[in-house]
Nanobody, 120 residues
Framework: QLQLVESGGGLVQPGGSLRLSCVAS????????IGWFRQAPGKEREEISC????????TYADSVKGRFTISRDNAKNTVYLQMNSLKPEDTAVYYC?????????????WGQGTQVTVSS
């Protein structure tokens, strides 16, 4: 079973930046699309970005477009989420998840989540 581990979360002030990492083990990452999701207290889980297995397709939610950047390094079995200009409303637990090849596939493997808190 594919295992995903997120890291890089923490406490940051508004306007600051963080880079989240999602490292895969068990299988090589190059056949998987990877999505980033977040869930804030009292809210539904939200898909914020996705990158296809080849990197040829990238999506962003409107709430993060222009501020967040997703990328992948298949040789390192890692997907990154660079988060800039962070806002308090970005506070959430962030998860990465794997699906087969395309970003419209099911996401069957999930990481444990990493907490991002944006506060002054």
């Amino acid at each position: 079973q594919l295992q995903l581990v997120e890291s890089g979360g923490g406490l940051v002030q508004p306007g600051g930046s963080l880079r989240l990492s999602c490292v895969a083990s068990g299988f090589t990452l190059d056949v998987y699309a990877i999505g980033w999701f977040r869930q804030a207290p009292g809210k539904e889980r939200e898909e914020i970005s996705c990158i296809s297995s080849s990197g040829g397709t990238i999506t962003y939610a409107d709430s993060v477009k222009g501020r967040f950047t997703i990328s992948r390094d298949n040789a390192k079995n890692t997907v990154y989420l660079q988060m800039n200009s962070l806002k308090p409303e970005d506070t959430a637990v962030y998860y990465c998840a794997a699906g087969v090849v395309l970003c419209d596939s099911e996401f069957d493997s999930w990481g444990q989540g990493t907490q991002v808190t944006v506060s002054s």
